[in-house]
């Protein structure tokens, strides 16, 4: 089955503990993205990768870092987590060109910095 | 920078009817998604249109783009329990932007 996969879902941890969320597809897709949502400030993008060792800031990347090693896997490090972090992370993939092709979304990571 | 506005915010239907979801955006759509999400879980493609005057259905949903493209409407027939949740619409900024952004969402309520 196609399929973006993230891991863990939920996540409580302490201001300070570094923490990784993962991401991986198996649909071969180039690009892939992490998202934040937040209430009353919709999703936005936090970084993305064009292809493997190919990433790039979105528009909320203070305080994340990612990397891409293999094509399939795009994980999401927090360093050093604050709770102005907490929030709700979705990754995606997508074939090619994030506006030509759809984007597959993840189930998404509940994350609660205390 | 673009943005889109979605109407209304929120949505109660009696099961049965029919209901429109409206996004608005501040420039010239050059691709414009839809998603569902249940609450709290992730997001499921629905539909995606590029061209102005196009329209998509998927079952009892129908998309439409309009002419000028820069408003989109998200139309649900006879609308069932399994069509609640909330509906996202997102587009590309810019052509080459690798990034979609979203409107606020509209939460659909489906009471039997």
């Known amino acids: 089955e196609a399929q973006v996969t993230q891991n863990p879902r939920y996540l409580i941890t302490v201001t300070g503990k570094k923490l990784t969320v993962t991401c991986s597809q198996n649909?071969?897709?180039?690009?892939m993205s992490w998202y934040r949502q937040d209430p009353g400030l919709g999703l936005r993008q936090i970084y993305y990768s064009m292809n493997v060792e190919v990433t790039d800031k979105g528009d909320v990347p203070e305080g994340y870092k990612v990397s891409r090693k293999e094509k399939r896997n795009f994980p999401l490090i927090l360093e050093s987590p604050s709770p102005n972090q907490t929030s709700l992370y979705f990754c995606?993939?997508?074939?090619?060109?994030?506006?030509?092709?759809?984007?597959?979304f993840g189930p998404g990571t509940r994350l609660t910095v205390l | 920078s673009q943005e889109l506005e979605q109407s209304p915010q929120s949505l109660i239907v009696q099961e049965g009817k029919n209901l429109t979801i409206n996004c608005t955006s501040s420039k010239t759509l050059y691709g414009l998604y839809w998603y569902k999400q249940k609450y709290g879980e992730g997001l499921i493609f629905l539909m995606m249109l590029q061209k102005g005057g196009e329209e998509k259905s998927h079952e009892k949903i129908t998309a439409k783009l309009d002419e000028k493209k820069q408003q989109s409407s998200l139309h649900i027939t006879a609308s069932q329990p399994s069509h609640a949740g909330i509906y996202l619409c997102g587009a590309d900024p810019d052509r080459g932007a690798q990034k979609l952004v979203f409107g606020q969402g509209t939460r659909l309520t489906i009471n039997p």
């Open positions: 649909m071969n897709h180039e690009y």
């Open positions: 995606a993939s997508a074939l090619g060109l994030a506006g030509t092709d759809t984007q597959y």
